[in-house]
C-alpha cells in the first residue's frame, strides 16, 4: 500500500504551489485559523466558576433536603430553599401533600430541638412555620378539587400528623386555635 502514498517531499511542493496560487488569485489575504479567545478570557474564568458555586450549592441543598438535616446544621437553610423550590416546581394537584409532608417534618424538628435544645431560639419560628404548611396544606387541598374521599384521607393524614406528635407539640396545636378552628370545620364530618 506504501507505492500508492506520494512521498512527502512531492506534498510539500504541491503545498508551495497550491498557496502560491492562492495568493495570487486572492492577494495574499489568507484568513488566520480561527482561535476562540473566550476560552482564555477574564469572563470564561468567572462563568466557569459561578457554574461550580450553583452546582455545588445546589447539590448540597438536594443533599440536605434528602437526608433531613437538623435545624441547627449549617445546611438546614439550603433544605429550607430546596423546599421551596420543590414546591414552586410542583403540580397544583401535588402541593397539599407536598405541604403536608413539609409540615411533618416541621412537627418533627420541634421535637427533636425541644428534646435536644429546649431554649432554642429556632423552635417560635419553627413553630409558626408549622402553621402555615398546615394552613396552606388545608388551603391546598381545598383548593384542588381533591374528590370527598381524597379529602378526608388527606385530612386523616393531617389528624394522624398532628396525633403522633409530642405533647408539647400537642399544647402548641392547642395554642393555635385558628389552626384547629380550620381543621375542624373542614375536616370533621358532622353525624
Known sequence: MDY?????TTLAAGKEKFLAAFDVEFGGARSPVFRPRFFSTL?????IAVIAVFGLTSGMAIYAN??????DSPLYPLKRVAES????????????ALQ????????????????????SNAL?????DLHHEMENSMN??????L???EFFGFCDRLRSIMGTSSVAMQDELIAHPKLLQHFDKRCVVED
Open 147 to 149: 374528590s370527598a374521599g
Open 4 to 8: 500508492f502514498k506520494p512521498p512527502k
Open 124 to 128: 417560635p419560628k419553627l413553630k409558626d
Open 43 to 47: 469572563a470564561f474564568k468567572v462563568l
Open 85 to 96: 423550590v420543590q414546591l414552586a416546581f410542583a403540580a397544583t394537584q401535588a402541593r397539599p
Open 100 to 119: 403536608e409532608k413539609f409540615a411533618a417534618r416541621r412537627l418533627g424538628e420541634i421535637d427533636d430541638l425541644s428534646h435536644r435544645n429546649p431554649g
Open 66 to 71: 434528602a437526608q433531613n438535616v437538623p435545624v
Open 140 to 145: 391546598g387541598a381545598e383548593q384542588s378539587n
